[in-house]
């Protein structure tokens, strides 16, 4: 439970300790002096007293946990986190994220095709940050797992198909129009056109699950890779981070990490061990090239 806490918030252990008793004095704190509030009033327990005493806790809650958060630390998790209640009960505007993009909020597109386990990674690692927003997921394939995740996280989606992207503006105009800065695939097949390679020099990265430039090109990606990696009896595999350019898997690399080849490895447990690699340091490196560069 606490694990899929810390993913959801994407805290670590440490911090996670810190809400939960942010959230334990805020409560006790909000009973508190929702008491001494109903005190003021001429009224005597019962039903009335119980509907007007939740309606004054309702209110002063955020208040008292924004206070206590300021105390321990954890004002950003906090405003966040009664933003979104106010979102979802329809309180207020999704306007926080907006304040965010006025100032320097790096905004992020994810292509995405598969199932979405990077996509959701780099959600998981950026959903507190206050310099990186995942503003976006672009995907080609109906019914791909990384639609759900879209959807329950809450990020728009943009659907991309063939005719436009190949033979139109390769949706340049829509993602320039959301202010996208980055477009990070994460398991999208399809060659980028180089009219969009040319509006966003140097801000396309893809991910790859071997060791480039080796075991690239058209028609490498998913399982073939491994069985390639597999048929020709490799010691060791990894992954490589590279910049875009009009060459399938081509562009400058920016990082790689290594993972011995394991005697008795079927092309399925070579997948799962390079999957590690990358949910392990794909957001890492996003988070260093889109802060810095
Ligand atoms: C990853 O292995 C990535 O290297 C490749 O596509 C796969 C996507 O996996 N480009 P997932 O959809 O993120 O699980």
């Known amino acids: 439970m606490f694990e899929k806490l810390k993913q959801r918030w994407n805290v670590n252990g440490l911090q996670l300790t810190i809400v939960i008793l942010t959230f334990a004095t805020g409560g006790s704190l909000t009973g508190y002096v929702g008491k001494k509030l109903m005190g003021l009033l001429p009224i005597s327990n019962g039903v009335l007293w ?10 002063i809650w955020p208040v008292i946990i924004l206070a206590v958060s300021v105390l321990t630390g954890q004002f950003r998790f906090f405003l966040n986190y009664v933003h979104k209640i106010g979102v979802r009960l329809r309180l207020i505007k999704p306007g926080i994220d907006k304040m965010k993009d006025t ?35 672009a995907c080609n394939k109906p019914g791909a797992g990384v639609l759900n995740i879209a959807d329950k996280e809450n990020i728009p989606v943009l659907r991309i198909e063939k005719e436009k992207f190949f033979r139109g503006n390769a949706y340049t105009d829509e993602l320039k129009q959301q202010n996208i800065d980055w477009i990070i695939l ?10 969009l390679i040319r509006s966003f020099p140097q801000k396309i990265i893809n991910i790859h699950p071997a060791l480039l430039p080796n075991y690239g090109g058209k028609g490498m990606y998913g399982q073939k890779v491994h069985e390639a990696v597999l048929a020709n009896k490799e010691e060791e595999s990894g992954i490589t981070i590279h910049y875009v350019d009009n060459l399938y898997d081509h562009g400058k690399i920016i990082f790689q990490a290594k993972c011995p080849v394991l005697h008795n490895d079927t092309a399925e447990s070579l997948a799962q061990r390079i999957h590690g690699l990358e949910h392990q340091h794909f957001p890492l490196i996003i988070e260093q090239l889109v802060t810095y560069k």
């Open 50 to 59: 119980t509907i007007i005493y939740i309606i004054v806790i309702t209110i």
């Open 103 to 137: 100032k320097d909020l790096k905004r992020i597109a994810i292509f995405a095709s598969g199932a979405g386990s990077n996509a959701q990674k780099i959600i998981n690692h950026f959903r507190n940050s206050d310099s990186v927003n995942i503003a976006l997921i």
């Open 186 to 195: 994460a398991g999208f097949l399809w060659k980028i056109p180089e009219l």
